[in-house]
């Protein structure tokens, strides 16, 4: 290569495979101007193939991508920037309909890092089908997708939480549904009980369900009422599609 010429030495590899090289590699020298510092990137590839799919990132990788990570609280984005952190990236590669774009920040809330993961699965379950049109079918196609190869994006919140917080978890998750935005105590309650569970009592469930909400996991109605959801909708499908009241219950005894 270019750069093996340069520098006198064999450090970059290359050849005829498609995706021999992925990542780049960055090499520094000085001359008699000063230091230089060059940057092989991999090879090009074909336009629809925009990045890489969400299972060729491994579970070990991001199991130390997230444990070695410093978290940082960060601010919710409006919907209209959610819709141009959505759109933006693939503009004139992928376009994204009205009714997706929705979807999106439905789920997320315009949580930045959500929104985009949401939008990388979206990108890749594209090109899987060679298309450049997204709609809200295709979200939802994504959505499942994250949802059971993604667990390392939300396995901080969960590995976080201490067992009376993921019984609580559980217990909305299984409780709200489509078209039923937000949970009483009592009726997570009853969830609970339906898996087996019959030591919480309310009193202590509502002092969790706060301390939740409190750490912006949850949020708590704006009218007073003692009614609960999660912040992130995408969080609560993952904990519906992944956990279950029965399983907490008997790790538990």
């Given at each position: ?48 193939r925009i990045s890489h799919r969400l299972e060729e990132m ?174 992130l909708e995408v969080l609560r499908l993952w904990v519906e ?13």
């Amino acid at each position: 290569t270019l750069l093996n010429t340069l520098l006198g030495e064999e450090r970059m590899i290359t050849g005829p495979e498609p995706g021999l090289t992925r990542d780049s590699i960055a090499a520094e020298w000085q001359d008699e101007q000063g230091p230089i510092r060059i940057v092989d990137t991999a090879g090009m590839r074909k336009k629809a193939r925009i990045s890489h799919r969400l299972e060729e990132m491994s579970h070990d990788y991001w199991s130390i991508l997230f444990n070695i990570a410093l978290y940082r609280r960060i601010s919710y984005l409006s919907p209209a920037d959610a819709a141009r952190l959505i759109r933006q990236p693939a503009a004139g590669v992928l376009d994204v309909d009205e009714l997706a774009v929705e979807k999106i920040v439905g789920l997320t809330r315009g949580h930045p890092y959500f929104v985009q993961l949401i939008c990388w699965a979206l990108v890749n379950h594209c090109n899987a089908g060679e298309r450049n049109y997204a709609t809200i079918n295709d979200v939802n196609d994504a959505v499942r997708e994250i949802l059971t190869t993604g667990e390392a994006h939300f396995a901080y919140v969960w590995q976080q939480a201490a067992p009376a917080e993921r019984l609580a978890l559980v217990g909305l998750a299984h409780t709200l549904r489509p078209g039923k935005d937000w949970a009483r105590p009592a009726e997570i309650l009853e969830t609970l009980a339906g898996g087996g569970e019959a030591q919480t009592g309310q009193a202590a469930l509502v002092e969790t369900l706060d301390r939740l909400a409190a750490q912006e996991v949850l949020e708590v109605a704006g009218d007073g009422a003692l009614r609960y959801r999660f912040q992130l909708e995408v969080l609560r499908l993952w904990v519906e599609a992944t956990k279950s009241v029965a399983a907490i219950v008997e790790r538990r005894l």
